[in-house]
């Protein structure tokens, strides 16, 4: 038998995996660089200004470009699973 928590957990583990290109891709991190117009390049751009004229490498928008342009990787595919699979199983106890 196994638990509902157990189904939501894994349902939102592989979800989030699944899903993590798409949404960088949906934002403007895509396979190509950062896309004209979009979310992305706004980020950059006042990434940009607040580091004097670059983005700070380890930051957030330089792990989230690395995503796009390379794919997850072993590590990031982990924590967006664990990320996913917590948030499932979050749903059963609300």
Known sequence: FVSVTFVFAAAGAGGAVVAAPLVLGAVGFTATGIAASSLAASWMSAAAVA???GVAAGSLFAILQSAG???LGATGTAAVGGLGGTLGALV???
């Open 92 to 94: 059963t106890i609300i």
């Open 69 to 71: 342009m390379a794919g």
């Open 51 to 53: 580091n004097g004229g």
